[in-house]
């Protein structure tokens, strides 16, 4: 392939992703990584478990104490499991689904009332950009 070709082939590659909704794919795209941070921070918790443990184990065996290493661990492990929320939270955020704050049900991004308990759904500013609100056809009629 010389170089006249290759930009062609990139030129056309470019605008075929354009046309097939850049925006779309990267969403896609975001969610999974998303997906895969969240695997990952799980393996890395398991390991920090068995690193407690481990220290745990060594603390019993040889009758010592190593308290700053195990509030240390699991001070981590907190971290942790708080960073997998907020991948957690932003996925779902991704997915247009708002978490209601007083029960907990999962309500579409366009809920004005959470279906659980009739609680107002505050929109966030993170508003998806196909979100599209039009007073003039709500409730006048
Ligand atoms: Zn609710």
Do not use: W
Not at 75 to 98: C, F, S
Not at 99 to 116: D, I, L
Request: proline share 2%; aromatic share 6%.
């Amino acid at each position: 392939m010389d170089l006249k070709d290759e930009l062609d082939f990139i030129t056309a590659k470019a605008k075929q992703l354009t046309d097939t909704g850049v925006r779309k794919a990267d969403e896609v795209l975001s969610i999974s990584k998303l997906k895969l941070r969240c695997v990952q921070l799980d393996a890395l918790i398991k390991a920090k478990y068995t690193e407690l443990g481990r220290t745990m184990y060594g603390m019993v065996k040889n009758d010592s104490s190593d308290a700053d290493r195990i509030a240390q661990a699991v001070m981590e492990i907190d971290h942790l499991y708080k960073k997998m929320a907020q991948y957690n939270a932003r996925i779902e955020m991704m997915r247009k689904i708002v978490t209601c704050p007083v029960c907990g049900t999962k309500n579409k991004f366009s809920n004005t009332y959470c279906t659980g308990c009739m609680h107002k759904l505050v929109s966030t500013d993170e508003e998806p950009e196909d979100y599209s609100y039009t007073p003039e056809n709500d409730e006048n009629e």
